[in-house]
């Protein structure tokens, strides 16, 4: 899990995703620099916040990637 959640938030061009625990919980990750990737868990920080949480790996159940935004049209 750990692999897959840093080749996501590392990409070049980077794609929102969301982190889904086994508990049922999702954290959307929106922003790169809003998680950091440690060796046994995932720390989140909220947007605009002091807010974090800290996600251990085996509690993980899944990562899936967002859709894109659409782009406005005229």
């Known amino acids: 899990m ?3 959640i840093l080749e996501l938030a590392n990409r ?10 086994s508990g049922g919980v ?3 990750i929106t922003d790169p620099n809003a998680i950091a990737i440690a060796r046994d868990k995932v ?3 909220f947007p605009n916040s002091d807010r974090a ?4 790996y085996d509690q ?3 990562v899936e ?7 406005k049209r005229n």
């Not at 990637?65 to 782009?71: A, G, I, M």
């Open 2 to 4: 750990r692999n897959e």
């Open 26 to 28: 999702k954290y959307d």
């Open 43 to 45: 720390h989140y920080y």
């Open 60 to 62: 993980i159940a899944t």
């Open 12 to 21: 070049d061009h980077f794609r929102q995703f969301s982190i889904i625990t």
């Open 65 to 71: 990637e967002l859709p894109s935004p659409r782009s």
């Open 53 to 56: 949480i800290h996600v251990p």
